[in-house]
């Protein structure tokens, strides 16, 4: 049997009965961090092996565990925080433990998407978790650009020395958007942070350090118009609302569905 176990994003109090008596009951305890999981196992007092399975030896591990599993052991996954595969390791695991017909259970508990999601004031009915973003500028404002029109709340994770380029992605790609950080969710320290891209970059700039795990959400795509205007209304409307020119423009042609150029053409002709 394998176990896919929830542990908690940061309160130690928030994990279900079922998870703590099934690590009190399994063989063996996969976990990201080591380090981490014991001092959630000490607070619970579970005395249970621990095993290192993180991004660097997941493949090796995989077929270690699953050996194990055929043997008659039941192993139970954690990561450092939340749910197991959720952008942790453990996928290799999965199918590892499917190809060999051994079933696999899982013991639901706390997400920091969903809990962030939940909190945000953002729209719940649909949305996209799409993972980390990209660290690199260009790829990261791509896959923004491909997300544009998304009609659901977009959720990322990102790391807190990179949450100030990804706002600014943000504002440049997406405009005055609706745009939530919720940092230390959880914690003594939590703090969710609502408004636009660019009101939020403002206040965390001006702090000394920005430390924290940090869940970013993006307010949906509002529907298209049918009859959108002058080209030059729009981009004005963008800039008002603090874009840059030139964003504002590459912004309007991909909604239209036309190249900078002709936006260009455009302006200069409503002009």
Not at 10 to 14: F, M
Not at 32 to 42: A, I, P
Not at 53 to 67: D, I, K, P, T, V
Not at 91 to 112: C, D, F, K, M, T
């Given at each position: 049997?394998?176990?896919?176990?929830?542990?908690?994003i940061?309160?130690?109090?928030?994990i279900?009965?079922?998870?703590?008596?099934?690590?009190?009951?399994?063989?063996?305890?996969?976990?990201?961090?080591?380090?981490?999981?014991?001092?959630?196992?000490?607070?619970?007092?579970?005395r249970?092996?621990?095993?290192?399975?993180?991004?660097?030896?997941?493949?090796?591990?995989?077929?270690?565990?699953?050996?194990?599993?055929?043997?008659?052991?039941?192993?139970?996954?954690?990561?450092?925080?939340?749910?197991?595969?959720?952008?942790?390791?453990g996928?290799?695991?999965?199918?590892?433990?499917?190809?060999?017909?051994?079933?696999?259970?899982?013991?639901?508990?706390?997400?920091?998407a969903?809990?962030?999601?939940?909190?945000?004031?953002?729209?719940?009915?649909?949305?996209?978790?799409?993972?980390?973003?990209?660290?690199?500028?260009?790829?990261?404002?791509?896959?923004?650009?491909?997300?544009?029109?998304?009609?659901?709340?977009?959720?990322?994770?990102?790391?807190?020395?990179?949450?100030?380029?990804?706002?600014?992605?943000?504002?440049?790609?997406?405009?005055?958007?609706?745009?939530?950080?919720?940092?230390?969710?959880?914690?003594?320290?939590?703090?969710?942070l609502?408004?636009?891209?660019?009101?939020?970059?403002?206040?965390?700039?001006a702090?000394?350090?920005?430390?924290?795990?940090?869940?970013?959400?993006?307010?949906?795509?509002?529907?298209?118009?049918?009859?959108?205007?002058?080209?030059?209304?729009?981009v004005?409307?963008?800039?008002?609302?603090?874009?840059?020119?030139?964003?504002?423009?590459?912004?309007?042609?991909?909604?239209?569905?036309?190249?900078?150029?002709?936006?260009?053409?455009?302006?200069?002709?409503?002009?």
């Open positions: 049997m394998l176990y896919l176990v929830a542990t908690p940061g309160n130690l109090e928030d279900t009965y079922r998870a703590v008596r099934v690590l009190g009951e399994v063989d063996a305890i996969a976990c990201e961090d080591t380090r981490e999981t014991r001092k959630l196992l000490g607070h619970y007092g579970i249970k092996p621990t095993i290192s399975y993180h991004e660097h030896n997941e493949a090796e591990r995989a077929g270690e565990l699953a050996a194990r599993m055929l043997a008659g052991e039941k192993v139970a996954l954690v990561s450092d925080a939340g749910m197991p595969l959720v952008s942790d390791p996928y290799r695991l999965v199918r590892a433990a499917i190809e060999n017909g051994i079933a696999v259970e899982p013991i639901p508990g706390a997400s920091a969903l809990t962030a999601l939940a909190a945000s004031g953002l729209p719940t009915d649909a949305f996209r978790f799409g993972g980390f973003l990209p660290p690199k500028t260009g790829q990261r404002e791509r896959l923004l650009e491909s997300l544009e029109n998304e009609q659901a709340t977009l959720i990322f994770y990102e790391a807190p020395h990179r949450i100030l380029e990804a706002l600014r992605s943000i504002e440049a790609v997406l405009g005055p958007r609706p745009v939530v950080v919720a940092r230390e969710l959880t914690k003594l320290h939590e703090e969710i609502r408004g636009a891209a660019a009101e939020i970059h403002a206040v965390l700039a702090r000394a350090a920005i430390k924290g795990e940090m869940t970013l959400l993006i307010g949906k795509a509002t529907a298209p118009k049918a009859e959108q205007g002058p080209v030059k209304d729009a004005e409307e963008l800039m008002r609302a603090g874009t840059e020119r030139m964003q504002a423009i590459k912004q309007v042609a991909r909604r239209r569905g036309l190249s900078k150029r002709e936006v260009y053409e455009q302006l200069l002709d409503e002009r």
